[in-house]
């Protein structure tokens, strides 16, 4: 991880990161939306696609990591 950014509805509300960019977010309250947006079609991501480091969602793994997420600082 090189960067951290904490969203809110008093403070940063979006943030756009440039195509290509690994990234992912873990949402800190029950209720959280998250909405991301490409340019094009919706083409489902492939599984070979997705960080090798991160399980997937029901994945052995998953919940640690979500809250690792949670905590974790920039390197």
Sequence with gaps: ?????????????????????????????SGTVGLEIKEGAYIPTPQEDFAPWSPAEGEDGANEYRDWMRTALPA
């Design 1 to 29: 991880m090189t960067q951290r950014h904490s969203l809110s509805p008093d403070t940063n509300r979006a943030i756009e990161i440039p195509p290509g960019t690994w990234h992912g977010y873990a949402c800190m309250e």
